[in-house]
């Protein structure tokens, strides 16, 4: 429509001056008639007009002869003359008028005027399709059909023309009009205007007919200013006029009228200047170049905005050639805010009509393009130049382009196809349409691409796409009519309906919300009629400082046209857990810290496998995002998991769905190897514990050191555990666990008792977590070949037993009982009760009498320095009470009190069964030290029960001793003492006997035995050694001397002594002062006595004997010794003094000197 209208306001200003030159015309042709006289001059001329306007009427008020206003000239005036059409309507009205008429012609009775003025008149011309530009004259006929008047062309053509054979005119030179008021009717586009005060002026030369027409015009509200000169040549049909116009607001011609519509949104004001060509036959326009410079103004364009934008400047320099049907545009230069742009160009266009172009052929190039269309272009495009070069039918409403190119700085777009609008869906025309995209910059892209064109991948693409560049794209559109309005409206478009594939590089890519974008070299990206794909072979992710690989990302869009569609993510990544961990804790997820952990502190790297689904719509909520993902995590290690727990070296997978998180594969549990599977609950709606942990594994002492449980001193081996924590987050509450313990070494120390690794044993029970620390295990059961028990125990944030209550126990096959202990958290002591039917005393008989249980497992844990070791009391009765070689006691009542490892109290009451009763005692005396005491009269039963010696019946056995160096390395010194004993079967003194030749009396042992009626064993017992200081034992047939040492660790020994026989009567002489010290030697030593060794293990050791010692005097004796070969103990285990050292090999001397022998009166044995 522009175009248009264009080329009719150009015609229009043609038609304002040949309407000008036709009233005056018009005047001189009415009084062209011929001669006439003053006095008949008015009828006359009446006469002569009506005659030539057929259907008009020509009224003259008055016809007088008079001066001209300057009283130089006398001029003919004419007042009042009026132009009537047939209807009587008024179409020209001249109050005032003047002639000056040429006197020779007016002679010759010719009207020849060479001045004409015409003052005040008023007119109306119509232009009509068929007839031109004319003076309206109508009748109304029978028929009330229009016929036409004068046409102006031949009037005009006879002005200009001088030598025209009887042109009124040809002596013409000079005519003036003012004050004129002309209306302009264009039926040709049903305009009306007005000239409201023209003025005309020609002047005739030699060159022809110099011109100027000065008036405002009137079209509706708009009133502009226009001037037209110029030359009208002799014979010329035509006429070169300059044009110069100010006050033209096209909006206010376009509110005038519906043909001038397309200029109502340009409310600015116009001036410029130009150049009209316009046939005098019939005011056609044959060519214009205007040049038009604007006013700050604004642009009304609902569609593009709802606010008016304002113009700062426009300037317009266009060339029209009607003739040749060219619109060349030498500039157009616009700038209203941010919409700017310099345009050149030219259009050949085709028309069936004046004013009707059918078609155009344009090309037309823009430069600094910059454009602003909310509703269609988001934010400001700007380009280097857009260059357009198609064609464009007008009558079909369809436009072809071969080339349609848009240039930014970086690259271009370029379009050729065909629109065409279908009457049946005007607001949705078909398009066809390829596209090539080269360089073009996302940011650019956001406002290349319409914001209503695929609106879901548009949405997407740029809330999730920034930065980079397109580097290459293919673009296919095939939209039939109604598909764009199917579009709009949410409808779904064939898949080929459009096909768009592209590639971009060096993009920053979102695709969750808040989550920490990806960084991505290259992606590529396919759209069609209903999906969209964007594909990222790699990227990195930013996250915490840590740089995430991304080896694998796709988005999909299956269904565009759903408003709020589904949208699936695909992506795989790669890098550190702690930046793995990061990403799962970002917002919206929350996975992470939500459990309390730290991910910040996580070490370890890891793979991730993804999946989102989401609707494709602002605003939605987490629940709403359906998502998967699955990981690997190597070498994983995350500090303080649950309290004071951590993880180190795990080998994980990872799974996360909208119902949970699992985390599960081998681990180290501060350092305890273990096989975890930890579940999250996510979902709030799910059933069941928010938290789920089971570990599986075989713990070592050190890794259950590791995890708070410190029973070195009950367990030692690998424990199997399964275990099932639940809780919510980091408050684990506990849960079920079960124990293999067959390859588990399980002691009791005090008691001496010890399941064997390999003995099948299970186990279970209830872990409860306890606030601040520490756990219970309840309902505990154990059960085995080797031990049974049922209970609950009570553990200490530092791995200390609390408390514990054990319903019921069985050790091994004797030892049965219920269990309670309790420890004092001020103090550390621990206070233990039992109570049972039996008890297998052996191992408790081994701590105290045999150096240590032998064959006890022990820990090789080494505790801290400064980890002292806890008091312990221990309350038990036992009814029965089962010692080695059979030997049983009743009524077992027993109390310890330990402290710093030390027994300070030690109360011991049993009785033999059907037999005598047992003491024994440690306790600390007024001075502080710590004494030992116990007896039994059935000395064989004792010596059987602790496993010491099994061939001694009957007699009496005491133990009286005390403790020294308690500080440092504790030696406890005593004697034991003994009567009435007999030895009956002993296979290491008959060995002893025999080697030494003394056959008689180990024959006796056979028998009734050998009897001792006394027996004083001094000893020294260290924590490896007992060591034994001139023992004796003396009988009627026999008597012993006894020293050496005995490892109780290896249970090696290295003893040696004499051996008396007939003991009464070889000793006698032992009690004559001096000759008793120089023949008997030593107590219990007779005149004649072999000394022997013993040495190597307990079960099979070495004797010798030397019985030429028997020759030699007492004093002379020990020459004849065997001395120690066993290792000296080290300092930490030796006590403070050292037995002496018997010579190496008999006949070596003693080392002891021997001022360290018994003197004369020391331990001698009285006299039988």
């Known amino acids: ?204 030369d030699a060159e022809g007919v110099s011109a100027n027409f000065d008036s405002d015009i009137v079209i509706g509200d708009l009133r502009a200013h226009m001037t037209l000169t110029g030359l009208v040549e002799p014979k010329a049909d035509h006429a070169n006029l300059d044009l110069a116009i100010s006050g033209f607001n096209p909006a206010v011609l376009g509110r005038s009228s519906p043909m001038f519509s397309d200029f109502a949104p340009f409310d600015l004001v116009f001036e410029g200047t130009g150049l009209v060509d316009i046939s005098l036959k019939d005011g056609a326009l044959l060519s214009a170049r205007v040049e038009l410079t604007s006013e700050p103004g604004e642009m009304n364009v609902p569609e593009l905005s709802p606010e008016p934008i304002a113009i700062e400047q426009a300037r317009l320099d266009v060339a029209l050639d009607p003739i040749a049907e060219t619109l060349i545009i030498y500039e157009l230069d616009y700038k209203a805010g941010a919409n700017r742009a310099q345009v050149t160009g030219r259009a050949d266009f085709k028309r069936d009509g004046p004013f009707s172009v059918t078609s155009a052929k344009v090309d037309l190039t823009a430069r600094n393009l910059s454009a602003a269309v909310p509703e269609v272009i988001d934010g400001e495009l700007n380009l280097a130049s857009v260059h357009v070069a198609g064609d464009l039918f007008f009558t079909e409403r369809r436009a072809k382009f071969s080339d349609l190119t848009l240039r930014t700085e970086t690259g271009f777009v370029s379009f050729e196809g065909e629109v065409e609008d279908a009457p049946e869906t005007p607001d949705s025309p078909a398009v066809h349409a390829t ?369 514990a209550d054990i319903s019921t126990f069985r050790l091994g096959e004797r030892t049965r009982g219920t269990l309670s202990a309790k420890r004092d958290a001020q103090s550390g002591k621990t206070s233990m009760m039992i109570r049972g039917p039996s008890l297998d005393a052996r191992g408790v008989l081994d701590e105290l009498f045999g150096g240590g249980v032998k064959g006890m497992p022990e820990s090789d844990y080494e505790p801290e320095e400064d980890e002292p070791a806890e008091p312990l009391e221990i309350d038990a009765a036992f009814q029965k009470a089962h010692a080695y070689h059979g030997e049983e006691v009743e009524n077992v009542v027993f109390f310890l009190r330990q402290e710093e490892e030390r027994v300070e109290e030690l109360q011991l009451t049993a009785t033999w069964k059907d037999g005598p009763p047992i003491l024994a005692m440690i306790a600390r005396d007024e001075a502080g030290v710590r004494r030992l005491t116990a007896s039994t009269e059935n000395a064989g039963r004792a010596f059987k029960a602790i496993d010491f010696y099994e061939s001694i019946e009957g007699g009496k056995v005491s133990v009286n001793g005390h403790f020294e160096n308690e500080e440092t390395n504790p030696v406890l010194k005593g004697t034991l003492t003994g009567a009435d004993l007999r030895v009956i079967d002993a296979p290491l003194l008959a060995k002893l006997l025999t080697v030494g030749s003394f056959t008689g009396i180990a024959d006796t042992m056979g028998g009734e035995g050998i009897r001792f009626e006394q027996m004083k064993v001094p000893f020294r017992s260290t924590e490896t050694r007992l060591y034994i200081d001139e023992a004796h034992m003396v009988g009627p047939a026999i008597g012993l001397t006894l020293r050496g040492e005995i490892d109780q660790r290896s249970d090696v020994m290295e003893l040696a002594g004499t051996i008396v026989p007939a003991y009464t009567i070889n000793s006698i002489l032992g009690n004559v002062p001096i000759l008793g010290d120089l023949f008997v030697g030593r107590e219990g030593e007779g005149i004649f006595a072999a000394t022997y060794a013993i040495k190597g293990k307990a079960e099979d050791p070495q004797i010798i004997v030397n019985p030429l010692a028997a020759l030699a005097p007492g004093f002379l004796r020990r020459v004849f010794e065997f001395g120690s070969t066993l290792p000296e103990e080290t300092d930490a285990e030796a006590p403070e003094a050292a037995p002496e050292k018997a010579p190496e090999k008999a006949g070596e001397p003693a080392e002891a000197p021997l001022e360290e022998m018994p003197g004369p009166d020391e331990g001698r044995a009285p006299a039988p």
């Open 435 to 803: 596209a090539k995209v080269e360089n073009i910059t996302v940011a650019d892209l956001r406002h290349l691409w319409p914001i209503g064109l695929a609106k879901g991948a548009r949405k997407w693409f740029f809330e999730n796409v920034e930065g980079g560049t397109v580097t290459s794209g293919d673009f296919t559109a095939a939209l039939e009519p109604g598909m764009i309005a199917i579009a709009d409206n949410h409808g779904e478009l064939p898949l080929d309906a459009l096909d768009f594939r592209f590639t971009l590089e060096d993009i920053s890519l979102s695709y969750l919300g808040p989550m920490p974008r990806m960084a991505v070299p290259e992606a590529r990206g396919h759209l069609t009629g209903d999906t969209f794909e964007a594909l990222v072979p790699q990227g990195a992710i930013e996250v915490a400082g840590e740089t995430l690989n991304v080896t694998e990302g796709r988005f999909f869009a299956p269904a565009l046209h759903v408003k709020g569609g589904p949208g699936e993510i695909y992506f795989a990544v790669d890098g550190t857990l702690k930046g793995l961990l990061n990403y799962f804790d970002h917002e919206p997820l929350g996975f992470i810290s939500g459990f309390g952990l730290d991910p910040d502190s996580a070490g370890g790297t890891g793979s991730l496998k993804g999946e989102i689904k989401l609707p494709l719509r602002d605003g939605i909520m987490l629940e709403e995002v359906n998502y998967k993902g699955t990981a690997k995590a190597q070498n994983a290690s995350l500090p303080g998991i649950i309290e004071n727990i951590s993880i180190s070296e795990g080998m994980l997978d990872i799974a996360v769905n909208p119902e949970a998180l699992t985390i599960e594969g081998p681990v180290k549990l501060n350092g305890a190897r273990v096989r975890a599977a930890w579940r999250e609950r996510i979902s709030k709606s799910a059933a069941g514990p928010a938290t789920r942990i089971r570990l599986q594994g075989a713990l070592e002492g050190a890794d259950r050191r590791a995890l708070g449980i410190s029973l070195d001193e009950y367990v030692i081996g690998p424990t199997g555990v399964d275990a099932v924590f639940t809780g919510d987050g980091q408050d684990i509450q506990g849960g079920p666990v079960k124990l293999d313990l067959t390859d588990t070494i399980i002691k009791i120390g005090s008691i001496g008792w010890w399941k064997p690794a390999g003995s099948p044993a299970n186990g279970s029970f209830d872990l409860a977590f306890k606030k601040g620390g520490g756990f219970a295990l309840n309902d505990i059961a154990l059960g085995g070949a080797e031990l049974e028990a049922a209970g609950k125990v009570d553990i200490t944030a530092d791995g200390k037993v609390a408390s």
């Open 1 to 204: 429509m522009i175009r248009r209208t264009t080329k009719y306001t150009l015609e229009a200003l043609g038609v304002v001056l040949a309407a000008g030159m036709l009233l005056i015309g018009v005047t001189v042709w009415q009084l062209s008639t011929g001669p006439i006289s003053l006095n008949f001059l008015t009828e006359t001329l009446e006469t002569l007009a009506n005659e030539r306007l057929e259907t008009g009427q020509l009224d003259i008020g008055e016809t007088i002869l008079d001066w001209s206003d300057d009283r130089t000239e006398l001029l003919i005036y004419l007042r009042n003359v009026v132009v009537k059409d047939g209807s009587g309507e008024e179409l020209v009205s001249v109050p005032r008028a003047f002639v000056d008429l040429r006197l020779r012609s007016l002679l010759l009775g010719e009207f020849a005027p060479q001045k004409i003025g015409l003052f005040g008149v008023s007119a109306k011309v119509v232009r009509r399709p068929d007839t031109g530009v004319e003076i309206a004259l109508v009748s109304q006929g029978e028929d009330g059909d229009e016929r036409t008047g004068p046409e102006l062309g031949p009037l005009l053509a006879g002005l200009a023309d001088e030598a025209a054979p009887g042109s009124p005119f040809r002596y013409l030179q000079r005519m003036v009009v003012r004050r004129a008021e002309v209306t302009f009717v264009d039926q040709v586009n049903n305009v009306t205007w007005q000239a409201p005060s023209a003025t005309f002026a020609a002047l005739r």
